[in-house]
């Protein structure tokens, strides 16, 4: 008498429950923005401690459940100013966010989630930094790109895919005696990036930002400061996620123009990267038609638009605290001209509710 074949139980798939984040989640939360490919560095639960210590604003993790497991993430914070408004942001001071799912239908429970709770929260607006956009039909800004990039693991091959004009640049520089040395401490990392803001008129956040970075990402964090006659001249603070290398925090002082350190600096981090086996470069965001967007143009990247993605709660329309709006040219034409000493002091408490 034949044997009947097993019967396999039919899996379906339970309801989709979205709850607030516990301390209990920490390591569950990380496996799952490591293992999910659209993952990105700032999904990592590190920004919550970071966002709270340092910025002191309310953060609002969400974590999407499915049969018991683990099955979505959104980080949110809640970032209020009397002179900006009041908004809830996935998530402040990074470039990539949103929700983090394994299909759409838990996308659209994180999201309305958000939503709901941004309307709960009366702000004006939430706000979703999404590389690729969200289920649901929410405006979009379309001021930011990103610049990514995949690195040989050929030094040459890596020089040769720069135009020859920046590649100029990066020989300059290696004329010049620069010397890039990695460093724990944000001293100088600081000193550079501080200047760097205050010229493009931007204010500063405190320096406790990135000691906090640093502190919190110790295995994903690099400090690289070039040097010129045994005198730093700039700075970068690189992330790496994966087989992904993101200099993110960098900047130069005066004297930086003069010796090209800035396209030595980036072309030691993608050196070093490449020594660690990273085989992705990700230059970050700009917004269209600035200085950084040209210049990372002109390493040979090519611009990929972000997802800006709004819920407008009391606001009418999506916000603008671009420094390319119109409304904000005179402040900060007047704060290129301040003292960095100046800035570095008044900036911080602007700069928090800026991220």
């Not at 941004?118 to 930011?144: F, G, I, M, N, W």
Request: hydrophobic share 40%; charged share 20%; net charge neutral.
């Amino acid at each position: 008498m034949p044997t009947s074949a097993a019967v396999i139980p039919l899996v379906v798939p339970g309801p989709v429950r979205i709850r607030a984040w516990q301390d209990s989640d920490e390591a569950a939360w990380d496996a799952f923005v490591l293992a999910h490919p659209d993952g990105t560095f700032f999904h990592l639960s590190g920004w919550k401690q970071v966002i709270e210590t340092v910025h002191r604003h309310r953060t609002h993790f969400l974590v999407a459940e499915q049969n018991g497991e683990l099955c979505g993430v959104l980080p949110l914070a809640e970032v209020r100013s009397f002179l900006f408004g009041a908004s809830l942001v996935s998530l402040p001071f990074c470039v990539y966010g949103g929700p983090l799912a394994v299909d759409s239908e838990v996308t659209e429970a994180l999201v309305n989630e958000a939503c709901s709770l941004a309307e709960k929260l009366s702000v004006d607006h939430l706000e979703l930094r999404s590389q690729q956009p969200v289920p649901q039909e929410l405006p979009t800004k379309d001021l930011y790109v990103t610049f990514r990039k995949p690195v040989s693991q050929d030094h040459d091959e890596n020089l040769k895919a720069v135009p020859r004009k920046q590649r100029a640049m990066i020989r300059k520089g290696i004329k010049a005696g620069l010397e890039a040395v990695e460093e724990t401490d944000t001293r100088n990392l600081y000193a550079c990036y501080s200047e760097s803001q205050r010229n493009l008129g931007t204010p500063v956040f405190t320096r406790r930002h990135l000691e906090a970075l640093v502190n919190a990402f110790p295995k994903h964090s690099q400090v690289l400061t070039v040097m010129h006659d045994g005198q730093p001249v700039s700075s970068v603070l690189s992330f790496f996620f994966r087989d992904e290398v993101l200099p993110y925090y960098g900047g130069g002082l005066a004297a930086a123009r003069g010796c090209y350190a800035n396209d030595f600096m980036y072309w030691e981090v993608m050196q070093r990267a490449v020594e660690r086996g990273v085989a992705v470069f990700d230059y970050g965001r700009s917004k269209e038609g600035t200085g950084s967007y040209r210049f990372k143009k002109h390493w040979g990247f090519e611009p990929t638009p972000l997802h800006y993605q709004y819920h407008l709660v009391k606001a009418t329309q999506m916000p603008n605290l671009s420094p390319t709006n119109p409304r904000y040219q005179k402040a900060i034409n007047t704060w290129k001209r301040l003292p960095v000493a100046v800035t570095n002091v008044v900036g911080p408490p602007l700069a928090r509710f800026l991220g």
